[in-house]
T-cell receptor, first 122, second 117 residues
Framework: AQKVTQAQTEISVVEKEDVTLDCVYE???????LFWYKQPPSGELVFLIR??????QNEISGRYSWNFQKSTSSFNFTITASQVVDSAVYFC???????????????????FGKGTKLSVKP | EAGVAQSPRYKIIEKRQSVAFWCNPI?????LYWYQQILGQGPKLLIQ????????DSQLPKDRFSAERLKGVDSTLKIQPAKLEDSAVYLC???????????????FGNGTRLTVT
């Protein structure tokens, strides 16, 4: 069964510190997709990044970077030089390929971890 | 591009009452999802629509929850009767059609925060 584990419930750092959010996933699919979302206090889930199972290249986008390691089923997220505006709950998610009917060839439901609440203090 | 619109933003009801939530997805998005997010947890899928057809409702408590998307655009989610454990944020998300839906991101609305007393 598909599962996403975010072991860190809450993390608190001081501004400008680097912080890494851990994500471990389980799936029997050979093709799958991983996502990170940010949920600020306003409640909306904001898409940050996606990665497919065939692409293990790490990615950097500004102060954000992602480390995908298939061997350990991990997809960790690092924020460099954290800022107060980074304070939010961060969710890792796995795209599921199951489902009943086959509209358009895929289902795409996301299975989310429980989230990590990041607090960045000035 | 306008985002996913949801209303109301907040709702407080007593147990055994009924409530309905509304969602207007991003224009042109064929796939629509309703998720339930209980405090301190990640969102969990309730139902998925493709146009006006249900793709997956295996996790929808059908004895009290119902959802429809009659014209393949807007959707409503209803709870009748509500229980205390239904207190949560109800998130609507949509996704456009493309060659590979699995890897395209979902776009979420701000959600409706339901409190059942």
């Amino acid at each position: 069964a598909q599962k996403v584990t975010q072991a860190q419930t809450e993390i608190s750092v001081v501004e400008k510190e680097d912080v890494t959010l851990d994500c471990v996933y389980e799936t029997r699919d050979t093709t799958y997709y991983l996502f990170w979302y940010k949920q600020p206090p306003s409640g909306e889930l904001v898409f940050l990044i996606r990665r497919n199972s065939f692409d293990e290249q790490n990615e950097i986008s500004g102060r954000y970077s992602w480390n995908f390691q298939k061997s350990t089923s991990s997809f960790n997220f690092t924020i460099t030089a954290s800022q107060v505006v980074d304070s939010a709950v961060y969710f890792c998610a796995l795209s599921e390929r199951g489902g009943r009917a086959n509209y358009g060839g895929s289902q795409g439901n996301l299975i989310f971890g429980k989230g990590t609440k990041l607090s960045v203090k000035p | 591009e306008a985002g996913v619109a949801q209303s109301p933003r907040y709702k407080i009801i007593e147990k055994r009452q009924s409530v309905a939530f509304w969602c207007n997805p991003i224009s042109g998005h064929a796939t629509l999802y309703w998720y339930q997010q209980i405090l301190g947890q990640g969102p969990k899928l309730l139902i998925q629509f493709q146009n006006n057809g249900v793709v997956d409702d295996s996790q929808l408590p059908k004895d009290r929850f119902s959802a429809e998307r009659l014209k393949g655009v807007d959707s409503t989610l209803k709870i009748q009767p509500a229980k205390l454990e239904d207190s949560a944020v109800y998130l609507c998300a949509s996704r456009g059609q493309g060659r590979a839906l699995n890897n395209s991101p979902l776009h979420f609305g701000n959600g409706t925060r339901l409190t059942v007393t």
